[in-house]
């Protein structure tokens, strides 16, 4: 090759590389700019009111302070080599008011596993009045070997509960999720 092809194959490379480093800037600068745009536009939306002051009890104007509802918790694991319960067996809550419990998962088994949780309710009718807020239950769980977790569910039961329910038991069940397990060789 002549002295002219590489000078002008070169000059080609420097000209590509001068724009692949201003579109990686472009690139770095978009990122930057989304996390103002992406608070404007949770502002201007109302999406961002999520957070919630400690005490919401004494400022929910819905929480009935004229009866409580017993919450039974249950926890249940099919064919998994985990155990799993509430920390807490039961609370007493008033209809309306946000309230949180905890879970205690164990991974028995000397290779991580993958587990979804399933809850089910009791009575059945009050499925739709149990509002989950936060929940393990809404996404897979992947515990490594011997690994314990506390998973947290925050909910609040509906004020509409008909007041002849007075006892709720949430039970969850886990089940290993197909196709997670490593078969050996």
Not at 70 to 77: G, H, L, T
Not at 111 to 129: D, I, K, L, M
Not at 130 to 143: M, V
């Amino acid at each position: 090759m002549n002295d002219a092809v590489l000078t002008e194959t070169a000059a080609s490379n420097r000209q590509t590389l001068r724009r692949l480093l201003v579109v990686a800037l472009l690139m770095f600068g978009f990122g930057f700019a989304l996390v103002p745009m992406y608070e404007k536009i949770c502002e201007v939306t109302g999406a961002r009111n999520v957070f919630l002051p400690d005490d919401v009890s004494t400022q929910n104007t819905q929480v009935d302070f004229s009866r409580k509802v017993s919450i039974e918790f249950d926890a249940n694991v099919q064919r998994l080599e985990w155990t799993f319960k509430p920390v807490e067996p039961y609370l007493d809550v008033h209809p309306g008011e946000m309230t949180q419990v905890v879970y205690e998962i164990r991974n028995t088994l000397d290779r991580p596993v993958t587990g979804q949780a399933v809850p089910s309710y009791g009575p059945r009718e009050a499925a739709q009045y149990f509002k989950k807020i936060e929940c393990f239950c809404f996404q897979q769980q992947t515990l490594g070997p011997g690994e314990v977790r506390r998973l947290p569910v925050v909910f609040v039961v509906d004020p509409a509960l008909p007041k002849s329910v007075n006892t709720i038991t949430l039970s969850y069940t886990f089940f290993e999720v197909a196709g997670t397990r490593k078969n050996p060789g």
